[in-house]
């Protein structure tokens, strides 16, 4: 995962060591910290436990701040900056409800290892623990979703502090780190020094393996028959695309990228299966069900990919990287664990394989020959739906063709996430953001919001449902009062897309409250064409297919505003393949025929 040195020991005092020292606030050497730091944008909203920071904040133009109009939404585009570009997101609330209301997009942070610095305000410190007005223990509450959380009392520890967590959520494993600040620290004068002194006993992350490990893993892949490269968001997180790339290249191995790790090997290489998983392709699960050797990189064998874990590849030896020693083996103990960095353990391997097998690729062409079978026979593709309503396959794919790998696909959690991450072609890193582990419902639209902030040449799309839009559209406003021209899809099928087809086939098709009501034509509620106008949003409907490519080249031409098109898609469309919760993968289910055909067969 990424491991850019942390920048503190590199940046010079602002003044001259013969001057005088700098007296600043709190707030103040929040800013200048952050500044030091290399920030540029940040995304928030003030309260009276942190309104000393908000007026030191308009004193400056350094950073730009962006006032968004709920805390989540704060988070999650922190999430989307730090994920589309490999820099640190920040998100900044008050106390009580307003440090809460980041609980979720932090917890979402944390399953999905994006490195961020949530900066809260605190009550004043002889009032904690009164039950003051707006107080939470926002620490105790966020210690078991954050790599740390840190409360601070006294306007000289700001610097440090910060400091400190900056390189404690870029460093090692990333992750989301909590700086909570009293209202009188913030108010409190202090002597500002640069570089401060950062003191963290224990933590050492590891980023060079074990030699001797790396020789082991080397000696397995170049005696497998059917190996796979299984490829996680680490991968990514390490900017490690290229290596695996060569690695891959060296050795003729299947590829397999996770939900988190779409684009970290393009989709259009050949040794590329697609993705593996509950709705992963058929070549992808049955390549890891069949193989000999799994080499693990940056993944964590998550249920989601292994279904029934004691079922899972039972024939296969595992190679397991992970920078995250508490990953190894937590769920699939490894033949050879190595803890390290993806980007040096990958490099390291290439030379110990190149070693061992000279520049000849192993000999797999009976391993090919049942893959390339699978592909074949399996190919990923759709139904057209019976009720005349669009297939949202067909809506999400031409979005991917007509804009192209260069753009970045933020998408909700539901169907409409399978789908996108199923149908559009990825052929780089951090072009695919989505809420992988905690499966957060509305992280798209501010996701995709805080992409556009760090990639503002990119085009930015939200790829969202109906039920995902209706939890944080507000940052709409927010888009559109700071310029900031987002696209947004919204795949509306009327209902809670993901819950309705585990209905359908579990439950008998009782579809107990998964009706939304928004794609009716007697009664949309909302009517999401009227909500985008009212943000000041370029808002388009899309009933028939042949007017597809039209909306979306219309939207990919407006970039003075955000567009928001509702295409009306049919509640019967299904996410296939599946393995469904709590079975083998070997059980995977391949729908050829309208679903609800293949269900009665």
Same mark, same amino acid.
């Given at each position: 995962?990424?491991?850019?040195?942390?920048?503190?020991?590199?940046?010079?005092?602002?003044?001259?060591?013969?001057?005088?020292?700098?007296?600043?606030?709190?707030?103040?050497?929040?800013?200048?910290?952050?500044?030091?730091?290399?920030?540029?944008?940040?995304?928030?909203?003030?309260?009276?436990?942190?309104?000393?920071?908000?007026?030191?904040?308009?004193?400056?133009?350094?950073?730009?701040?962006?006032?968004?109009?709920?805390?989540?939404?704060?988070?999650? &585009?922190?999430?989307?900056?730090?994920?589309?570009?490999?820099?640190?997101?920040?998100?900044?609330?008050?106390?009580?409800?307003?440090?809460?209301?980041?609980?979720?997009?932090?917890?979402?942070?944390?399953?999905?290892?994006?490195?961020?610095?949530?900066?809260?305000?605190?009550?004043?410190?002889?009032?904690?623990?009164?039950?003051?007005?707006?107080?939470?223990?926002?620490?105790?509450?966020?210690?078991?979703?954050?790599?740390?959380?840190?409360?601070?009392?006294?306007?000289?520890?700001?610097?440090?502090?910060?400091?400190? &967590? %900056?390189?404690?959520?870029?460093?090692?494993?990333?992750?989301?780190?909590?700086?909570?600040?009293?209202?009188?620290?913030?108010?409190?004068?202090?002597?500002?020094?640069?570089?401060?002194?950062?003191?963290?006993?224990?933590?050492?992350?590891?980023?060079?393996?074990?030699?001797?490990?790396?020789?082991?893993?080397?000696?397995?892949?170049?005696?497998?028959?059917?190996?796979?490269?299984?490829?996680?968001?680490?991968?990514?997180?390490?900017?490690?695309?290229?290596?695996?790339?060569?690695?891959?290249?060296?050795?003729?191995?299947?590829?397999?990228?996770?939900?988190?790790?779409?684009?970290?090997?393009?989709?259009?290489?050949?040794?590329?299966?697609?993705?593996?998983?509950?709705?992963?392709?058929?070549?992808?699960?049955?390549?890891?069900?069949?193989?000999?050797?799994?080499?693990?990189?940056?993944?964590?064998?998550?249920?989601?990919?292994?279904?029934?874990?004691?079922?899972?590849?039972?024939?296969?030896?595992?190679?397991?990287?992970?920078?995250?020693?508490?990953?190894?083996?937590?769920?699939?103990?490894?033949?050879?664990?190595?803890?390290?960095?993806?980007?040096?353990?990958?490099?390291?391997?290439?030379?110990?394989?190149?070693?061992?097998?000279?520049?000849?690729?192993?000999?797999?062409?009976?391993?090919?020959?049942?893959?390339?079978?699978?592909?074949?026979?399996?190919?990923?593709?759709?139904?057209?739906?019976?009720?005349?309503?669009?297939?949202?396959?067909?809506?999400?794919?031409?979005?991917?063709?007509?804009?192209?790998?260069?753009?970045? %696909?933020?998408?909700?959690?539901?169907?409409?996430?399978?789908?996108?991450?199923?149908?559009?072609? %990825?052929?780089?890193?951090?072009?695919?953001?989505?809420?992988?582990?905690?499966?957060?419902?509305?992280? &798209?639209?501010?996701?995709?919001?805080?992409?556009?902030?760090?990639?503002?040449?990119?085009?930015?799309?939200?790829?969202?449902?109906?039920?995902?839009?209706?939890?944080?559209?507000?940052?709409?406003?927010?888009?559109?009062?700071?310029?900031?021209?987002?696209?947004?899809?919204?795949?509306?099928?009327?209902?809670?897309?993901?819950?309705?087809?585990?209905?359908?086939?579990?439950?008998?098709?009782?579809?107990?409250?998964?009706?939304?009501?928004?794609?009716?034509?007697?009664?949309?509620?909302?009517?999401?064409?009227?909500?985008?106008?009212?943000?000041? &949003?370029?808002?388009?409907?899309?009933?028939?297919?042949?007017?597809?490519?039209?909306?979306?080249?219309?939207?990919?031409?407006?970039?003075?505003?955000?567009?928001?098109?509702?295409?009306?898609?049919?509640?019967?469309?299904?996410?296939?393949?599946?393995?469904?919760?709590?079975?083998?993968?070997?059980?995977?289910? %391949?729908?050829?025929?309208?679903?609800?055909?293949?269900?009665?067969?």
């Amino acid at each position: 995962m990424s491991t850019d040195a942390f920048p503190v020991p590199t940046k010079k005092p602002t003044t001259p060591p013969s001057a005088e020292p700098e007296i600043l606030t709190g707030s103040g050497a929040v800013l200048r910290t952050l500044e030091l730091l290399g920030i540029k944008d940040v995304f928030g909203l003030p309260g009276g436990a942190i309104i000393p920071f908000y007026d030191e904040l308009m004193t400056q133009d350094k950073i730009r701040h962006i006032l968004v109009r709920h805390e989540q939404g704060a988070g999650h &585009a922190a999430e989307g900056y730090a994920a589309a570009s490999n820099k640190v997101g920040v998100a900044i609330a008050t106390s009580g409800p307003g440090a809460t209301n980041l609980v979720t997009a932090i917890a979402d942070a944390y399953m999905d290892s994006v490195p961020m610095l949530a900066i809260t305000g605190q009550v004043f410190s002889h009032l904690m623990g009164t039950d003051a007005f707006q107080e939470a223990d926002i620490v105790g509450i966020t210690m078991p979703i954050t790599k740390h959380s840190f409360l601070v009392k006294d306007a000289a520890d700001v610097p440090a502090t910060i400091a400190a &967590a %900056y390189q404690i959520a870029t460093t090692g494993r990333p992750g989301p780190v909590l700086v909570d600040i009293t209202k009188d620290a913030q108010q409190n004068s202090m002597e500002f020094s640069w570089p401060p002194k950062i003191d963290l006993p224990g933590y050492r992350p590891i980023m060079k393996a074990h030699g001797k490990q790396i020789q082991a893993a080397a000696q397995l892949l170049a005696e497998a028959k059917k190996p796979v490269f299984y490829v996680g968001g680490g991968v990514i997180r390490s900017k490690a695309s290229a290596e695996l790339a060569e690695l891959a290249e060296l050795t003729g191995v299947p590829v397999v990228t996770t939900l988190m790790a779409r684009g970290a090997f393009p989709d259009s290489h050949h040794l590329n299966l697609g993705m593996p998983g509950m709705h992963g392709t058929v070549p992808a699960v049955l390549a890891l069900q069949e193989s000999d050797l799994i080499v693990s990189l940056g993944a964590r064998f998550d249920d989601r990919v292994t279904g029934r874990a004691a079922d899972f590849a039972p024939n296969a030896k595992v190679v397991h990287v992970d920078i995250d020693p508490a990953e190894i083996s937590k769920i699939r103990v490894a033949d050879v664990p190595i803890v390290g960095d993806a980007k040096e353990v990958i490099s390291d391997l290439i030379i110990a394989f190149g070693d061992i097998a000279g520049d000849e690729k192993l000999d797999l062409t009976d391993w090919w020959t049942y893959l390339d079978g699978l592909k074949a026979e399996f190919p990923l593709g759709y139904t057209e739906p019976t009720d005349g309503l669009m297939a949202p396959q067909y809506v999400i794919k031409r979005i991917g063709e007509l804009t192209g790998p260069e753009g970045v %696909y933020a998408a909700g959690v539901g169907q409409h996430q399978m789908w996108a991450a199923q149908f559009i072609k %990825y052929e780089r890193p951090n072009a695919w953001l989505n809420s992988g582990g905690a499966g957060t419902m509305g992280y &798209a639209v501010p996701a995709a919001m805080g992409a556009k902030v760090a990639e503002p040449d990119r085009v930015v799309w939200a790829i969202d449902g109906d039920g995902c839009f209706q939890m944080t559209n507000q940052e709409l406003a927010t888009c559109t009062i700071n310029k900031i021209p987002i696209k947004v899809a919204i795949i509306n099928n009327s209902s809670l897309g993901m819950v309705r087809q585990w209905q359908t086939l579990f439950y008998d098709g009782r579809h107990s409250f998964t009706d939304l009501n928004t794609g009716h034509e007697t009664q949309m509620v909302p009517d999401f064409v009227k909500m985008a106008d009212a943000y000041g &949003a370029l808002g388009i409907r899309v009933t028939k297919p042949e007017d597809v490519d039209a909306a979306i080249t219309l939207a990919l031409e407006t970039n003075d505003r955000p567009v928001v098109i509702d295409f009306i898609v049919s509640a019967d469309a299904m996410v296939w393949p599946m393995v469904a919760q709590g079975t083998s993968n070997s059980e995977i289910q %391949y729908a050829k025929t309208h679903a609800p055909e293949w269900e009665e067969e």
